[in-house]
T-cell receptor, first 116, second 110 residues
Framework: AQSVTQLDSQVPVFEEAPVELRCNYS??????LFWYVQYPNQGLQLLLK??????LVESINGFEAEFNKSQTSFHLRKPSVHISDTAEYFC??????????????FGGGTRVLVKP | NAGVTQTPKFQVLKTGQSMTLQCAQD?????MSWYRQDPGMGLRLIHY???????DQGEVPNGYNVSRSTTEDFPLRLLSAAPSQTSVYFC?????????FGPGTRLTVL
């Protein structure tokens, strides 16, 4: 079984400031890693994912996350946030083994509130 | 291409009532799943299906039933609603390892 811990439940940040959302996971097997974003009153959307290859992955709207296997972390960063980045962000993992199918285990979420 | 659709958007039930949350997708995805979202707990898997006629339990299945008669539809049934089932419910379909979520159903059980 795996688990995901998002260390911050809320992160207030000023517009144009950097932000880091922390995610640590626990698993006895190899995992795929994901960040999903939920804008107010909407469903979740995939922000970025790590499946293999380069440990640094980027999204189209300026977020990046780095997979650190030794620290079992997948922290999300953005160097300069916009008001429109106000949302809740969820880290999630899925076991690599095919038998796991598409089951995702989610962290508790981090609410980002961008202030002008 | 509507993606994943859910109805209703909002629902209020009394304890003991039953209802069905509808979910449909038009992307021909084999894998579909139901999650509930509660504050501070992220999303927890209720039931999932790997194709028509095949369903299985997730992390929190008690009090919920599912069926999958077609690839497109995956309804979630609450047999006898309880206040503990007050939550936001999300349906998702998957392509590869990526999930596509519906807009959610906010359910309140009084």
């Amino acid at each position: 079984a795996q688990s995901v811990t998002q260390l911050d439940s809320q992160v207030p940040v000023f517009e144009e400031a950097p932000v880091e959302l922390r995610c640590n996971y626990s698993s006895s097997v190899s995992v795929y890693l994901f960040w999903y974003v939920q804008y107010p009153n909407q469903g979740l959307q995939l922000l970025l994912k790590y499946l293999s290859g380069s440990t640094l992955v980027e999204s189209i709207n300026g977020f990046e996350a780095e997979f650190n296997k030794s620290q079992t972390s997948f922290h999300l960063r953005k160097p300069s946030v916009h008001i429109s980045d106000t949302a809740e962000y969820f880290c999630a993992v899925s076991e690599v083994i095919k038998a796991a199918g598409n089951k995702l285990t989610f962290g508790g979420g981090t609410r980002v509130l961008v202030k002008p | 291409n509507a993606g994943v659709t859910q109805t209703p958007k909002f629902q209020v039930l009394k304890t003991g009532q039953s209802m069905t949350l509808q979910c449909a997708q038009d992307m021909n995805h084999e894998y579909m799943s139901w999650y509930r979202q509660d504050p501070g707990m992220g999303l927890r898997l209720i039931h999932y299906s790997v194709g028509a006629g095949i369903t299985d339990q997730g992390e929190v299945p008690n009090g919920y039933n599912v069926s999958r008669s077609t690839t497109e539809d995956f309804p979630l049934r609450l047999l006898s609603a309880a206040p503990s089932q007050t939550s936001v419910y999300f349906c998702a379909s998957s392509y590869g390892r990526v999930k596509f979520f519906g807009p959610g159903t906010r359910l309140t059980v009084l």
